[in-house]
């Protein structure tokens, strides 16, 4: 099924079904957790991708705080980077889940700017195994990426939510449309 595109400036805005580990990109956004050592899903995808060097330069940023994000080489990936963002576990949206999740997509951001970086995918950060809802967390991705992005020239020309099931991207589908970019 086709999903939509949307533009904002001079960005972008795609939703893919796909492999995050395979995708040509300046930059794959890794849902880590907070050691950085990698793990399940995404994260542990992305480490066996990239292969071992990936895990030793991981080791020397002495881990991340949740809703931050650091920067890695892509190693044997497609991608050239990995921005490693550590999302929020839900607990019911009462301990700033919200505000931690947004943070993560806009500190990849600001670590894409900095880094001068044209592409970046993301995955569903905290929809896994930290049971974030899809479609809350499907509208906080869209909605911060699209802010970000119409706020700050940043140079970014494609952010991609690369979603890992169609649910997912109807999710995303439903927040691009939300907020009249469909």
Not at 112 to 135: M, N
Not at 158 to 168: K, T, Y
């Amino acid at each position: 099924m086709p999903h939509p595109t949307a533009t904002i400036g001079n960005t972008q805005l795609d939703i893919v079904v796909a492999d995050i580990t395979t995708l040509d990109v300046d930059a794959i956004v890794n849902a880590a957790n907070r050691s950085l050592l990698g793990g399940g899903g995404v994260d542990g995808a992305i480490h066996r991708a990239a292969g071992p060097q990936l895990l030793d330069e991981c080791r020397t940023l002495g881990g991340c705080d949740t809703g931050d994000a650091k920067i890695t080489r892509g190693y044997r990936l497609k991608a050239r980077h990995v921005i490693h963002a550590v999302g929020p576990v839900w607990n019911g949206g009462g301990r700033h889940e919200d505000a931690l999740l947004a943070s993560c997509y806009r500190t990849a951001l600001d670590l894409a700017a900095q880094h001068r970086l044209a592409s970046v995918a993301f995955p569903a950060i905290s929809t896994g195994v930290y049971r974030f809802p899809g479609e809350r967390a499907a509208r906080i991705a869209v909605e911060t990426v699209a802010s970000v992005v119409a706020t700050q020239p940043r140079g970014l020309a494609r952010a991609i939510f690369c979603c890992f099931s169609e649910d997912s991207a109807a999710h995303h589908t439903a927040a691009i449309a939300a907020l009249g970019l469909a």
